[in-house]
């Protein structure tokens, strides 16, 4: 093994023991929930009370009229194919990892991290393509070790596949363009960047752009346009699925009715969608970029982007090198602007930014070549900034508890995936319902959710499970993430009866103090949280009752779980 393959296998190393060191650290309080949830079965539905699905629409138990749904009765083979949100790439592979390792944050999570060590080797391959070897080496060095990228990588969303794909893509692109074979590859590699999440798309204009300006003989070739093919071959799921859902209901998915501006019955209020006007959007970009990147990195990159643009005019060997970048950094910012700079649609920018941060210190390094002593202080200054780099990504990302100062030496990210004690309360309710399922259930409000509880409790049964007539009752301002990870899912997948306090009292109070009890529950878990006060009624049940403190990784209790057995 030669010394540059050494290299980058400890490049590689260091981006895994970043991305895979106590992966499953960091509550589900981020909308990695709203993922890893529906990958379970995968269902399109997640308890999101103003954004309805196709399957709520079409399920046998609504009261809607065949006409509003073009004559269509049950849930059509259709909905299958996407979901009403997003593209379906992420939750099958999320389906399949959970499948394998369990309902668990590491499964989830685990893709993301594959796919965020995928990456550096890809900006590796990248900067040697359009620069150097020493520029890869650098700029995947710096990626594997600096905190936005770490963050992707370690949570469930979709910018990690996303940016894997985007970086793939563009890859396979530029080597297309000196050996039009690539031009296929480039189609699957973009066909899959779309099934990941439509933010992809921005590679459309990035490439015509730059063909149209360097190299327009390229639309002229065949095997560009048999890749564009299997660009439509791939993403055709989604394109039937948009078909089939106009047809019926007279709009597309979520994403894409936003965008031509349908405004659908079923969607007036749009979470994730409060982005502020163009002008708060500005004004949010640079602060929020501060909030999500090292210091370091940041005040390089500012420096660096300074000779970039310089080198520009001044370094026409490198012109189409340069502007490829340029190019790409000015379209995804126009994305940004678009979508709103929010921290994880930030992360697609952290690749550029290092390539950039990269190109400027390669470049002083190299300028100071017939000067051992300053190559010996840039050297030393590098390795300085790269440990500063992994401290700062563990410090933000991988601690339980950040030290020190923002932003200096932590980010804003850490709150991202904090550890309030939400999992802790998850490992306590998985060890009590170990070897167990429910031998009461409530009846779901759909059809569907019955098919999927009832295959569970056979699966259940199969397995010789003991059989617990337990109810579970929580109380408090849970975070819906949270909620919707470490309870929802117990009733969704798993027919554990779960309600909210107020529901329990309303029960009790409409049918008398016994209902509960009279319906065979036997066991009782109250579960409260010690940041808000409760209220008298729910002192009185309360009090007396044994139980279990939750404590989060500081010591303090954040959650008391109360046991009645009758």
Known sequence: MNKKNLVVIIILLAAALLRFWCL?????VNDEVFYAFRAIGPLDFDHAEFQTTPLEWFDSRQNFAPQNLGGQAGIPFWTKLSFHDHPPLVFWVQHFFIKVFGENNFAFRLPSALFGIGSVYILYLLGSLLYSRAVGLVSGSLFALTLNHVYISRTGLQESYVIFFILLTACLFLKALKNDNYFLWAGASLGLAFLAKYTAFILVPIFFTYLLIFDRSKFFNKKLWIGLLLVILLFSPVIIYNFKLYQTVGH????????????PEAWQVAPGKEIGTLAERIKNFIPRLISTNSPSLLLIFGFSLIGFCFNLFRDCQKRKENYFILLSLFFLIILLL??????????????????????????????SAKKMIWRSILLTLFLIWMFFE?????????????RGNYPWLFSKIRYENYNWGYNELDSFLKKELAGKMPSRVFDMQYNFLEKIRDADLLKARAAGLKSYPALIVYYGNFDDGAKL????????????????????????????????????????????????????EVRALIKNLPYNGIFNQKGEEVFRVYRLQI
Do not use: C
């Open 24 to 28: 499953g650290r960091g509550d589900t």
């Open 252 to 263: 597309f998915d979520f994403q894409f009715s936003y965008f031509f501006g349908q405004n």
């Open 390 to 402: 992994v401290f700062y990504s563990v410090n933000s990302q991988i601690a339980y508890y950040p």
């Open 338 to 367: 678009f979508v709103g700079p929010s921290f994880r649609f930030l992360t697609m920018l952290t690749p550029l930014i290092v390539l950039v941060a990269t190109l400027g210190s390669v470049n002083l390094y190299q300028l």
């Open 485 to 536: 990870w470490v309870l929802e899912r117990l009733a969704t997948y798993h027919g554990w009866p779960v309600i909210e306090m107020e529901d329990y009292f309303g029960f009790l109070r409409k049918n008398g103090p016994e209902f509960f009890a009279k319906s065979g529950f036997r066991e009782y878990y109250f579960i409260t949280m010690n940041n808000i006060e409760s209220s008298s």
